[in-house]
């Protein structure tokens, strides 16, 4: 069973529309994250969230992005105005106490097609 | 700033072959240094890691050395199965710095009977 189920696996939508990919935790988890890749090319660190809290962002999470835990249990990223380029492979992950344990735990990923 | 570079695939080797699949990175802090595996349909799971330089992380039969003089993390297995057909991404972090993972592109992995 997988420690996060990400939903959905696979959309596709056009340039400009607003996409929601959601990540649904099993446990009470306290970091987590989101990172993409881009077909063919690098696992991209998108953001860390802690606490209910961004911790950490990258260049790429601009205006257009952005992350909430609404219910304390999903955990989303917001796409307000999808471009070309966002098309990629979403993954969700989570940690416990930070990387000092060394492990992310990922879900499946959400592949998003933007036309 | 910190990255890591694997070599490209896919890999595509017979069952019981050996395995290598290299990994450099290049970091201004001490890292640690992580490979994660992702198989078909599945998200990324640790496969091993290891925190300090000469430190060797090992599971499931693949082993990696931290090499600081070399600044290398490659990944071996002495006997690939079927079953360890997959995506192979190195990954390092600098935790003392930043609360995140960064990662190479990836190396595919096709273990053929």
């Known amino acids: 069973e997988p420690e996060v189920t990400q939903t959905p696996s696979h959309q596709v939508t056009q340039m400009g529309q607003e996409v929601i990919l959601r990540c649904v935790p099993i446990?009470?988890?306290?970091?987590f994250y989101w990172y993409r890749q881009i077909l063919g090319q690098k696992v991209e660190f998108l953001v860390s969230?802690?606490?209910?809290?961004?911790?950490?962002k990258s260049e790429i999470f601009d205006d257009q992005f952005s992350v909430e835990r609404p219910d304390g249990s999903n955990f989303t990223l917001k796409i307000r105005s999808t471009k070309l380029e966002d098309s990629a492979m979403y993954f969700c992950?989570?940690?416990?106490?930070?990387?000092?344990?060394?492990?992310?735990?990922f879900g499946e990923g959400s592949r998003l097609t933007v036309l | 700033g910190n990255s890591v570079t694997q070599m490209e695939g896919p890999v595509t080797l017979s069952e019981e072959a050996f395995l290598t699949i290299n990994c450099t990175y290049t970091?201004?802090?001490?890292?640690?240094l992580f490979w994660y595996v992702q198989y078909p349909g599945e998200g990324l799971q640790l496969l091993l890691k290891?925190?300090?330089?000469?430190d060797k992380g090992s599971n499931k039969g693949f082993e990696a050395t931290y090499r600081k003089e070399t600044t290398s993390f490659h990944l071996e297995k002495g006997s690939v199965q079927v079953s360890d057909s997959a995506v192979y991404f190195c990954?390092?972090?600098?935790?003392?710095?930043?609360?995140?993972?960064?990662f190479g592109t990836g190396t595919l992995l096709a273990v053929q009977p």
């Open positions: 990954a390092l972090s600098d935790y003392r710095a930043t609360n995140k993972l960064i």
């Open positions: 446990s009470n988890h306290l970091y």
């Open positions: 970091a201004t802090g001490y890292p640690s």
């Open positions: 969230f802690y606490n209910n809290e961004i911790s950490e």
């Open positions: 992950a989570w940690g416990t106490g930070g990387l000092a344990t060394g492990e992310l735990f």
């Open positions: 290891a925190t300090k330089a000469d």
